[in-house]
Each structure stands twice: as C-alpha cells, then as structure tokens.
C-alpha cells in the first residue's frame, strides 16, 4: 500500500503499471485499487513464491521510477 497520494498521483502510477499487468507471469495476479489517499496492491500466487517475489520487486521498482518522473 503507498499511503498518502494524491488522488491524481495514484491514478498516474496505476496507469503506467498497467501494461505491466498485461503480460504478467504465468499464475500470478495483481490489482491495483485506488481510495482515500492509497493506492493498494493486491498480489496472489498459485505456485512459486520465488517468482512471486520478483514480481513485487520488480513492481515496486515500477512504481519508483513512475513516482520520479511524476514529480
């Protein structure tokens, strides 16, 4: 969960991840939901918790580098 955005800036980091959720590896899901403020990130695996968190590594620094080029 990122904590404290601004509506338009969660809407902007949701945005930009979403052709990352298109191609998103094989038995894994992720949903992005903005409100009050947060925008939260819901991940769920069947299988290979190794893989599962690359992902979030991998979506996190997603996240960064759209939070850097917002501001």
């Known amino acids: ?5 601004p ?3 969660a809407e902007s980091v949701r ?12 038995n894994l899901t992720l ?7 947060k925008l ?3 991940f769920q695996s069947q299988g290979d918790m190794k893989k599962l968190i690359a992902t979030v590594d991998e979506v996190l620094e997603h ?3 759209a ?4 501001e």
């Open 7 to 9: 509506k338009n800036k």
């Open 1 to 5: 969960t990122l904590n404290n955005l």
């Open 40 to 42: 939260v990130f819901n």
């Open 67 to 70: 939070l850097k080029v917002i």
């Open 31 to 37: 949903e992005l939901e903005n409100f009050d403020n």
């Open 63 to 65: 996240v960064q580098v």
């Open 15 to 26: 945005k930009a991840l979403e052709p990352d959720n298109v191609n998103f590896p094989e």
